[in-house]
């Protein structure tokens, strides 16, 4: 019988990228991602919840060896003993033998996370080419201005108080200009216009 386009995604998906990833995220930050997606209805989560129901044949919320084991077999992956120790030893943070879902999510949660902090970066990277407008590698209080009044809705914005904001919160080393870093660094809530 021909494994179907779904389980090939599950053996990629799950067995393969968990070697190589499940470090990173535990806790408190793996559970803040796992419910960050979830709010956000983000697709990898209604996928990796599929997954996890995959395996966890007995409906009880997690996934103990033998279930894991019994569904790589039924997705025709092959391994060794050892190896699917590793792999549940990996993805089983709390060593009590079982697998439940937040568990499950953390080779997800840590690559969200990772596109998320991209994303940002990209961000920051469109803003900083928006203020540094003779490609300097820094921004001046004059640039930093012009930048700020070509933004929507900060038509009206004073010179003075973008001038006060750029001296005494934005300039964190106070050399009159900034970098990407302090540029990175400004907190958009304060960039956002009050009305």
Not at 61 to 89: N, P, Q, T, V, W
Not at 105 to 112: F, H
Request: a negative charge; glycine letters at 8%.
């Amino acid at each position: 019988e021909m494994l179907s386009k779904w389980k090939w995604l599950v053996v990629a998906c799950v067995v393969a990228s968990i070697v190589g990833e499940a470090g990173a995220l535990k806790g408190q930050e793996l559970h803040d991602a796992v419910e960050e997606m979830r709010l956000a209805k983000h697709n990898k989560y209604t996928k990796s919840h599929k997954k996890f129901r995959f395996f966890d044949k007995d409906d009880s919320e997690d996934i103990d060896r033998a279930e894991f084991e019994s569904g790589l077999k039924e997705l025709g992956y092959k391994s060794s003993a050892k190896k699917i120790d590793h792999i549940m030893g990996e993805l089983d943070t709390d060593g009590n033998g079982r697998v439940v879902f937040v568990e499950f999510m953390r080779p997800t949660a840590k690559k969200y996370k990772e596109e998320l902090e991209l994303e940002a970066m990209a961000d920051t990277d469109r803003a900083f080419e928006h203020f540094d407008s003779d490609f300097s590698g820094h921004v001046d209080s004059n640039e930093f201005y012009e930048g700020i009044a070509h933004l929507p809705g900060m038509g009206e914005v004073a010179r003075e108080d973008v001038e006060d904001f750029f001296r005494n919160y934005a300039d964190v080393d106070g050399d009159q200009f900034l970098t990407y870093e302090e540029l990175e660094s400004i907190d958009p809530e304060l960039m956002k216009v009050k009305g």
